[in-house]
């Protein structure tokens, strides 16, 4: 003991330190992109492109991008396809394969058309009208293809790559399509200063407009390109979350045929967002499709099954209402094109089963309902 | 400069080893240097509103101590007092004044506007230094202390740059005597205060900053889409969200402090074991506490300090008289108001007096209960209704304040559930969490601490620690009390 007091120093400052250190760079070897952890292993998400640019893309920090590639192509009546990670994701994933976003695009090759896509894991209706404004003053949208999710329902909010200036400013300007959201309060504020889009990121809040925040972004950049662990810094904190979500569920038996209660204040929300959707679209003269995403038979569905049919029931009537159209996929992919969803994190072999994401074969399956259903829009 | 940053991670080591290097006369220069470099990097332009305050109170004091005249010395201690809280009304008071006139005037018919709209920025630690003077002046003028002489070393008392922006709230006699000293280097220091400052970067970074959005979401709901469970919830993850902000704050300003051999008082004791209200108020933010109750409420009640620590009352003489509440009540609603301009921190100042009113009449009904059981059951009733006092503190408006009040007494709102699952699963593990490391800490690690495996867990859990801070530093927030 005595020894350890003496040299207390390295006990317990120089030792702590150099183990966290390698603590780290043992765990950055062993983490997976954050967007991808809720993938599973088997599955990848895919963005297809055509030429040098993406027709879907994942975050809206590329929506240039997006809208540069349609006007090389010519600026072709488009339909702007939104959703969450059933849309990019693609299970058991084989070289050559795309998703339904790339199929669509190439079936409308005939029809002259085109489809462009933007998706993000677990995203909530509120965040696809952001994506739908902020797109649709950019490219000139003709259709807007839209799935409904009840699971997503439980989401709130909007994910820091969506607010940005530009977003904001579409806010400010068209009000009456984002009132009633508390989502979206701090974006239509009068009172924001305009931050270059390169900088919106929630890290540097604390700071924001103080003139520690040069030294921060200064010294931040500096340490990502030292030091390849503090750049992958965000994959571990999600890596991290997803480690603590596993044990939830080990502990408290929770999988994915769990049901999942309806939150109502979240649901409120969305179906408010949605017909903020509704309004947007009809105003713009854009035509929207809502359908109902395909949704494996083999097992029971993880929702209280009354209030599900409740909802498609309750939105199929306001689709008719406003003249949007409805289509139910929710059978359409076949047992055989879904997989289990095997835990994500190394070394797990926690399998369950996966509601959300099915092989390309499945997506050819979604991809043409929808086109076929454009075909019959003609 | 923000604790949970890059920035402050190379500034304190740099300033440590110069504070240790350079001869014992110029390490008050440095410090006071240093400190408002620190100050500086927030908004450079208010260091010169911290100098006005400091050269103010440092040549009242001297004014003060030369003059034997009561009444001189009076109007000496008025002119300083008055000033400070002059400045503190314009940058903090100023626009919620204004903004409540006009509304009573706007009531009342008429409709004036009587300050053109002001963008008043709140200069940050406005409300600490302005105690950490107002407190220096008047124990001069009380004669618990000499004046300081030095201004460069009063300087440093008043922006040595851990407790510059959120305390802890010092007082000259602990301070000035310290930094006057030639302080030896003993390795201890950096051991210490090396955990305190890594503990504090942990409750931060890895604890306050992951819970704050599950508050903020829950807040940020439409009030009819909350439940009174949900007010609940929210209430102890708010406490909890806002007891590790606070907290860390103070473990890092107490750690940076003792890296340089500088002792400051603490700040937190596991508040959220207190078995009533006026212990919890003896275990949270404990300079507050002492200094509300010195500079206060005992004047208001009539009662005198014999010296300037805050040992100095061992036991205040409760007043149970009209006049005895009436101090009480206008000392929460200050110490309410203190923390903010709103309405809402007066009814949370005001709700604390309540408790304290409750829990000293209901002390004689259960003095003859069995010491442990009375604790038991005291902390069972007191930790919900301290929870709950966190409500009007995180609110922005009386109308919401009203909704959430209204949840709680309608049997209809305890029948359904409106945020996410994890939300009241966080809240029942960190409960859990906190008994457990209290159990830790006083009964497992003493005696662990007598074996090798105390120190190799004791390593392991600062490795762990060390990981963890790395991961997840960064400057997403500031620490709540900045506000203040």
Redesign the interface.
């Known amino acids: 003991m005595s020894f350890l007091h003496r040299y207390r120093f390295f006990f317990q400052v120089l030792l702590p330190v150099i183990l966290g250190c390698f603590l780290l760079v043992l765990y950055k070897d062993r983490i997976r992109a954050s967007a991808e952890i809720g993938l599973g292993k088997r599955t990848i998400a895919f963005k297809p492109k055509r030429g040098d640019f993406p027709i879907h893309i994942m975050n809206p920090a590329y929506v240039d991008t997006l809208v540069q590639g349609w006007k090389m192509r010519g600026s072709r009546h488009t339909i702007l396809w939104l959703g969450n990670s059933q849309l990019h994701g693609i299970n058991l994933y084989q070289k050559g394969q795309q998703n339904a976003v790339g199929m669509l695009w190439d079936s409308l090759q005939s029809l002259n058309r085109e489809v462009v896509g933007v998706s993000y894991p677990n995203a909530n209706l509120q965040e696809l009208l952001a994506t739908l404004l902020l797109v649709s003053k950019k490219l000139a949208v003709k259709d807007v293809l839209i799935p409904l999710f009840y699971d997503d329902l439980r989401e709130d909010g909007l994910r820091t790559i969506l607010q940005t200036d530009e977003l904001k400013e579409i806010c400010r300007t068209q009000k009456a399509f984002v009132s009633g959201l508390t989502s979206f309060e701090a974006l239509t504020a009068e009172k924001t200063e305009l931050t270059p889009k390169e900088q919106v990121s929630p890290d540097f809040e604390g700071i924001k407009e103080t003139t520690q925040e040069k030294t921060e972004r200064f010294l931040n950049t500096k340490a990502s390109a030292w030091f390849n662990t503090w750049e992958k810094r965000a994959d571990m904190r999600g890596n991290f979350f997803n480690t603590l979500y596993n044990v939830r569920n080990r502990m408290m038996g929770i999988d994915a045929t769990t049901i999942r209660k309806m939150i109502p204040g979240r649901y409120r929300a969305n179906l408010l967002a949605f017909h903020h959707i509704l309004d947007f679209c009809n105003n713009k003269q854009i035509r929207l499709t809502v359908y109902i995403p395909p949704l494996r038979n083999d097992a029971p569905i993880p929702y209280e099954s009354d209030l599900y049919k409740e909802f498609k029931m309750e939105l199929r009537k306001e689709c008719l209402k406003t003249g949007a159209h409805f289509l139910d996929l929710e059978k359409v992919v076949p047992n055989q094109y879904w997989d289990r969803l095997i835990n994500a994190q190394e070394g797990s072999v926690n399998e369950q089963l996966d509601y959300m994401h099915f092989q390309q074969e499945g997506h050819r399956l979604v991809a043409d309902t929808i086109f076929h259903h454009f075909v019959s829009l003609l | 400069?923000?604790f949970?940053?890059?920035?402050f991670l190379?500034f304190l080591p740099l300033v440590v080893l110069l504070y240790w290097f350079l001869p014992g006369k110029y390490r008050s220069w440095m410090l006071c240097l240093m400190s408002l470099v620190f100050y500086?990097?927030?908004?450079?332009v208010y260091i010169l509103l911290l100098l006005f305050a400091a050269l103010l109170d440092f040549f009242v004091s001297i004014e003060i101590d030369r003059h034997e005249n009561p009444i001189k010395r009076k109007r000496w201690l008025i002119l300083s007092v008055g000033l400070n809280l002059a400045i503190l009304f314009y940058f903090k008071y100023l626009i919620f004044f204004t903004d409540n006139l006009e509304g009573i005037l706007n009531m009342l018919g008429l409709h004036v506007s009587i300050l053109p709209s002001l963008k008043i920025i709140l200069p940050i630690g406005i409300s600490f230094y302005t105690f950490e003077t107002i407190s220096y002046t008047v124990d001069v003028y009380r004669r618990h202390i000499k004046p300081e002489r030095n201004f460069i070393r009063y300087l440093t008392f008043l922006v040595y740059f851990p407790h510059l922006i959120a305390g802890p709230i010092l007082r000259a006699a602990e301070i000035l005597p310290q930094l006057a000293g030639r302080q030896a280097f003993k390795?201890?220091f950096?051991?210490e205060g090396?955990?305190r400052v890594?503990i504090g970067l942990f409750l931060k970074v890895v604890l306050a900053d992951n819970i704050a959005p599950l508050v903020d979401?829950g807040f940020?709901?439409?009030t009819?889409?909350?439940s009174a469970v949900d007010v609940w919830t929210l209430s102890f993850l708010f406490g909890f969200q806002i007891y590790f902000d606070f907290c860390a704050y103070s473990h890092i300003a107490i750690g940076s402090a003792k890296m340089m051999g500088i002792h400051f008082p603490e700040n937190f004791n596991f508040p959220y074991l207190a078995v009533s209200p006026k212990a919890f108020w003896k275990r949270w933010h404990i300079t507050l506490s002492n200094w509300i109750r010195d500079y206060l409420y005992l004047p208001l009640t009539g009662q005198k300090m014999l010296h300037s620590k805050p040992e100095a009352i061992s036991e205040i003489r409760h007043s149970y008289t009209i006049k005895g509440y009436m101090a009480l009540f206008l000392t929460w609603a200050i110490m309410g108001f203190w923390h903010g301009a709103s309405w809402t921190f007066v009814i949370w100042g005001l709700y604390h007096a309540i408790l304290v009113t409750m829990h000293r009449l209901s002390l004689h009904f259960f003095k003859n209960i069995n010491h442990q059981f009375r604790n038991f059951m005291g902390w069972c009733i007191s930790l919900p209704l301290l929870m709950l006092g966190w409500i009007p503190f995180r609110t922005t408006n009386l109308h919401d304040l009203g909704h959430y009040a209204s949840k709680l007494v309608h049997p209809s709102q305890y029948t359904?559930?409106?945020?996410?699952?994890?939300c009241y699963?966080i809240t029942f593990l960190l409960l859990v969490l906190m008994l457990l490391t209290y159990c830790w800490i006083e009964v497992v690690k003493p005696i662990l601490n007598k074996?090798?495996v105390g120190?190799i867990l004791?390593?392991?859990a600062?490795?762990?620690?060390?990981?963890l801070?790395?991961?997840?530093l960064?400057?997403?927030?500031?620490f709540i009390y900045f506000q203040f």
């Open positions: 400069m923000i949970n940053s890059i920035t190379i500086g990097f927030w908004k450079p390795v201890d950096l051991v090396f955990r890594l979401q940020a709901l439409p009819n889409d909350v359904w559930l409106g945020l996410r699952e994890n699963l074996w090798v120190s004791d390593t392991i600062l490795s762990v620690a060390v990981a801070v790395v991961i997840f960064r400057p997403i927030s500031q």
